[in-house]
């Protein structure tokens, strides 16, 4: 990999700053913005949701963990942080495949906002490297879902079916085998419960057949630019991963939420990659797999349990370790 100064400043938080957060105990709730300065309007699984003014939200992603739809009862210290500068990182790239919800300037925007309301400088320093400020759109009420790989529930259901939702695949394929070609696979989005999955027929049908269409190739550029980055700067195998978009007032689509994360995305590392076999979790699959060897794992209903210290600590381990790969920075952490 090649040293990329503009990669550095893309990420303004130095190793030592990111390093701090990880010791500090989990953000597991903003719920009111200090002083209630903003106003709150959303709680999701990870993340709240402020009203900033004008045209504008500030999303502050909290150290919460959710799997199977459901939040753990504790959290991962400082991964808010670790998936904010991620996704930043990569929303910067996917700006060339089309407009994102991030605003001009972001990073100075965040800091002008936070210093317009008037919280002191520590809480200043904790919220800006977990927040982004976005424009208010429109989400899509899907998840836009590409799988190159055959994993996961698409591995379970090509065992079952010999395909995947509506995509005949060629039989013989084995474990993590790759897809001749990217699919796209979507899934609804559920308030409350689980997504469900559906065909490309019946996304059409929630979406209209324009927007549909818009989504699916937008979606398969992404996928192909994750990859791409992955393989060439990561020494990573991106299997597969979700996005999500909003339309603004003039109906023009844009990527939202946050974006080829750990959270949202299943990568393996690349080096003694085989089909056949499961391969080792450079992703939030390494606490799936540590919840379905567990009793709750038989019923996948909330509450969630407690995370031990050392499903929190390598979950931290690899977050961080996808974020130092984006910097090209010589630290490492090694997968363990």
């Known amino acids: 990999m090649t040293s990329d100064n503009s990669d550095r400043s ?10 701090e957060t990880l010791a500090a105990p989990a953000l597991m709730s903003v719920g009111e913005f200090p002083g209630g300065r903003l106003p709150h309007i959303a709680t999701g699984k990870v993340r709240e949701i402020f009203d900033a003014g ?13 799997a199977f739809d459901v939040v753990m009862a504790n959290g991962v210290p400082g ?71 055959l994993a996961g529930s698409g591995w379970k259901e090509y065992k079952r079916t010999g395909a995947i939702l509506d995509h005949a695949l060629p039989a013989g394929l084995t474990e993590s085998a790759r897809l001749p070609a990217p699919i796209f696979t979507p899934s609804t989005k559920a308030a409350k419960g689980h997504d469900e999955n559906i065909t490309e027929a019946r996304c059409a049908e929630i979406l209209g057949a ?26 990573l195998i991106l299997a597969d991963t979700k996005f999500e978009f909003g339309t603004d007032a003039a109906g023009a689509l844009h990527l939202i939420d946050e974006v080829l994360t750990p959270d949202s995305s299943r990568y393996w590392p690349r080096e003694n990659y085989a089909a056949g076999k499961p391969q080792p979790s450079f992703d939030k699959q390494f606490v799936r797999d540590w919840l ?25 381990d690899i977050y961080f370790d996808v974020l130092e790969r984006l910097r090209d920075s010589a630290i490492r952490i090694p997968l363990r």
């Open 210 to 235: 324009e927007t549909f269409e818009k989504v699916r190739a937008a979606a398969l550029e992404l996928y192909k630019l994750g990859a791409n980055v992955a393989d060439t700067r990561l020494g």
């Open 54 to 66: 004008g045209d504008r939200l500030l999303i502050v992603a909290t150290d919460r963990l959710s």
């Open 292 to 316: 379905e060897a567990q009793p709750w794992g038989a019923t996948k209903t909330a509450p969630g349990p407690a995370l031990p210290p050392e499903v929190i600590r390598h979950t931290q």
């Open 79 to 149: 991964k808010g942080v670790l998936l904010t500068q991620i996704s930043l990182w990569w929303f910067k790239r996917a700006a060339g495949v089309m407009p994102t919800h991030l605003v001009p300037d972001h990073d100075a925007a965040v800091r002008a906002l936070l210093a317009g309301t008037g919280v002191d400088a520590a809480t200043a320093a904790a919220l800006a490297p977990r927040s982004m400020l976005v424009k208010k759109l429109r989400p899509l009420p899907i998840e836009a879902i590409v799988r190159g790989y």
């Open 10 to 19: 893309d990420i303004p938080f130095t190793p030592e700053q990111i390093r």
